[in-house]
């Protein structure tokens, strides 16, 4: 065994498909979630609600790593109630995580903590790096308190990496699911004026980035976890018509967005604001893509797609 793993929140598909790798490679591969299970496919499942100690906290004691995804989607109409908690989900689960830690007389040698790339707000053309401003909407500032709250864990002993997801695509799976669903719908068209950024990752090559971060001593901060490509919507509409071999499909302007947007009972914002962000410092510290071509990656993703 290469030791225990701790992924609180990994439930989702991306907890899910990174405990793949991990069991792989001989890793004890242990998920906090609200609703706990029997083990399945070697993994364990723990209860926790994200806020509050309990006897979970013992598993992070010798743990080898814990990775935090815990946070409400924010696939949701943002009413008050709804944005109070998308950012306690965030800071309450790295406040929790700090306490269990605090407790431990061995701490994990490596915290890694989910962000987003919406901490550097709606960028319209500006590129933006891992050192640049940050925005001043929403969900800038929830990814901003997040953050602050993981910076403020002081464990000297131990190293944190900081992950800024953009897009992950994975067929089926996420926000390109729905994408999926309204392309096959012939109703894939450009959306709104279509030159906000998309900053988007293969999930394979996300599922290497947390690796990374949790094998390499020296990787600690923050990081751009997306592609070195991003695109406009458009072209990424454009592509995933190609892929899914549909036609030219009719744009949605905004206002039709907006409406569409409450009627699914989410934020038009999600799908109006872009962000075009690159993976400096992991270029940096020699990470290679398998998929930084987005024509190529949709069509591998889709390429047993029977129903096309």
């Known amino acids: 065994m290469k030791g225990r793993v701790v992924l609180s929140g990994g439930s989702g598909f991306l907890g899910r498909s990174?405990?793949?790798?991990?069991?792989?490679?001989?890793?004890?591969?242990?998920?906090?979630?609200?609703?706990?299970?029997?083990?399945?496919?070697?993994?364990?499942?723990v209860q926790w609600d994200g806020r509050t100690l309990g006897d979970w906290g013992t598993l992070l004691d010798g743990a080898r790593a814990v990775v935090n995804l815990t946070g409400k989607s924010v696939n949701c109409r943002y009413t008050p109630a709804a944005r109070a908690e998308i950012l306690s989900s965030r800071?309450?689960?790295v406040r929790v995580l700090g306490e269990a830690i605090a407790r431990c007389t061995q701490p994990p040698g490596v915290f890694v903590q989910a962000s987003s790339l919406a901490i550097y707000g709606n960028s319209g053309e500006r590129i933006c790096t891992e050192d640049s401003s940050y925005g001043t909407d929403f969900s800038a500032d929830?990814?901003?308190?997040?953050?602050?709250?993981?910076?403020?864990?002081?464990?000297?002993?131990?190293?944190?990496?900081?992950?800024r997801i953009?897009?992950?695509?994975?067929?089926?799976?996420?926000?390109?699911?729905?994408?999926?669903?309204i392309t096959r719908l012939f109703l894939g068209g450009t959306v709104g004026g279509g030159r906000q950024f998309i900053s988007w990752i293969h999930l394979a090559d996300l599922e290497r980035m947390f690796i990374s971060a949790l094998e390499r001593d020296d990787l600690s901060g923050p990081f751009n976890a997306t592609s070195p490509a991003p695109v406009t919507n458009a072209d990424f509409m454009r592509e995933l018509r190609r892929a899914l071999h549909r036609p030219w499909s009719p744009p949605a302007p905004a206002p039709l967005v907006r409406l569409g947007a409450w009627a699914m009972g989410?934020?038009?914002?999600?799908?109006?604001?872009?962000?075009?962000?690159?993976?400096?410092?992991?270029?940096?510290?020699?990470?290679?893509?398998?998929?930084?071509n987005l024509g190529e990656t949709l069509r591998d993703l889709y390429a047993m797609d029977k129903r096309t």
């Open 18 to 45: 990174l405990a793949q790798p991990l069991l792989r490679d001989g890793s004890d591969v242990v998920v906090l979630t609200r609703k706990a299970g029997p083990a399945a496919g070697g993994v364990r499942f």
């Open 91 to 93: 800071v309450d689960s």
């Open 142 to 163: 929830v990814c901003k308190q997040w953050e602050a709250a993981f910076n403020a864990l002081d464990f000297p002993r131990m190293r944190k990496v900081v992950l």
């Open 166 to 181: 953009g897009f992950a695509l994975q067929r089926g799976e996420g926000a390109l699911r729905t994408l999926e669903r």
């Open 266 to 292: 989410t934020e038009a914002e999600l799908a109006l604001h872009g962000f075009r962000c690159v993976p400096t410092r992991f270029l940096e510290h020699g990470f290679t893509f398998q998929h930084s």
